[in-house]
């Protein structure tokens, strides 16, 4: 539900626009780069591996950047997206939150649903220095929080359980089993371990 939230009632995704989707392999990115497709869009997503980009290539994403072994994100972006972005949906921060900027489209929008990159942080980190594009290009930035839209939990719900059904929508899970495991299931997060939910199994 945090995907479709972001995509449509922040964002305002439209069908022909391009979106940009970070974390993307994750359970909101992975979810949120195929509602851009089921909703027109042409999507560009940022992973952390060459067999997480395989995966979302598999599934339809137009364009996947493997972060971790290209030089430089904003020029990457650039080039996955000669077209500009018109929607990034945030969940890492710091260099994505730069690069979207650098790239993004005039009137663009930035759904703000994570910023993984600094959970971890022990000390303050310097924000993106080209925040002066949120006036140049006119950007609209609105972070948000799933649990303040569950007035609408019946319209998607209604939506996502047909997607679901048909296949449209693969919601992945990465399985760690037993109580025992959930601190490196935590951990793990931060590490790129899991493709889609990271989900911690009490018992068989
Ligand atoms: N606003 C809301 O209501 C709401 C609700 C749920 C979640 N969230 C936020 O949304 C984001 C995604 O949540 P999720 O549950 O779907 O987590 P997730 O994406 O399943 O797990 C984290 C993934 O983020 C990537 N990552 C970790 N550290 C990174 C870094 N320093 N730079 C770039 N990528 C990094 C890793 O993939 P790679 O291998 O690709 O690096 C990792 O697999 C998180 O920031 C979470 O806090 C917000």
Redesign the pocket.
């Known amino acids: 539900m ?1 995907a479709w939230t972001g995509l449509n009632r922040i964002a305002e995704l439209k069908a022909g626009e391009t979106l940009f989707v ?8 992975s979810v949120a780069c195929q509602l851009g497709k089921l909703m027109g869009a042409t999507v560009v997503a940022s ?3 060459d067999e ?1 980009a395989a995966h979302l290539n598999a599934l339809g994403i137009d364009k996947v950047i493997n ?1 971790k072994t290209c030089d430089d994100i904003s020029a990457a972006l650039g080039q996955a997206a000669p077209q500009g972005i018109d929607v990034y949906f945030e ?2 921060g ?1 260099e ?1 939150l730069t690069a979207a900027l650098d790239n993004m489209n005039d009137h663009g929008r930035i759904a703000v ?5 600094q959970y971890n942080d022990t000390a303050p980190t310097p924000g993106p220095s080209n925040l002066a594009n949120i006036i140049i290009k006119k950007l609209k930035i609105e972070g ?4 303040e839209h569950w007035d609408h939990y019946g319209e998607y719900a209604q939506q996502m359980g047909q997607w679901l059904a048909t296949g449209q929508v693969q919601a992945e899970q990465t399985i760690y089993q037993g109580l025992d495991n959930a601190p490196s299931a935590f951990i793990g ?2 590490e ?3 493709k ?3 989900v911690v199994k009490l018992t068989d």
């Open positions: 945090t970070s974390a993307a392999s994750g359970a909101v990115g992973v952390g591996s997480k972060y969940n890492v710091g994505h649903c994570g910023m993984i990159s948000f929080i799933v649990f997060l931060f790129g371990k899991n889609g939910k990271m």
